[in-house]
């Protein structure tokens, strides 16, 4: 399956002076999406499409920012393409970056105050689902998703 969303303004390949190429000309940012639950707490994943950037593996609805988009702007409006997370039920909390100065991306992280039924809604997925914290690490993790797990995980089970 190949990706048919038409381009969009931002979409690209940004070399980057860390050595990697990153999608996002203008950067990139993901919603990590929490809700508590009676035991803890779950976090929408995005098991990513083969034929994507370390495709197999598993990390937050995101993509590349358009011109002057805000981060957050970027991960709802991604988040709902991509996993039909709806924004009004959504509670920004925080954002974390990583920053390579040519290139960044920003990881949202936001509270479910509302009901959402996470799902692919584009071919960019495998899967979308609920995870609970406890998992994650037990998933192929997308690389820098896997760094910042720890971190993000602290946050999330802070709300």
């Not at 919603?31 to 994507?52: D, F, K, M, N």
């Not at 040519?102 to 609920?130: F, G, H, K, N």
Request: net charge negative; aromatic share 6%; proline share 7%.
């Amino acid at each position: 399956m190949t990706h048919r969303r038409a381009p969009q303004p931002g979409d690209g390949w940004l070399e980057c002076a860390c050595g990697r190429r990153h999608w996002g000309l203008h950067g990139a940012a993901g919603l990590l999406l929490a809700r508590s639950t009676g035991s803890g707490h779950e976090v929408v994943l995005q098991h990513r499409a083969p034929w994507s950037d370390q495709g197999g593996t598993w990390g937050v609805p995101g993509g590349a920012r358009m011109p002057h988009e805000s981060a957050v702007d970027a991960a709802l409006r991604e988040s709902a393409e991509e996993a039909g997370i709806d924004p009004s039920g959504v509670e920004v909390v925080s954002t974390t970056v990583l920053d390579h100065g040519s290139w960044s991306y920003t990881t949202v992280l936001a509270r479910a105050v509302a009901d959402q039924d996470p799902r692919p809604t584009d071919p960019e997925s495998l899967e979308i689902r609920w995870v609970d914290t406890a998992q994650v690490t037990g998933l192929p993790l997308l690389g820098a998703f896997g760094d910042a797990w720890p971190g993000l995980r602290a946050a999330v089970e802070e709300l």
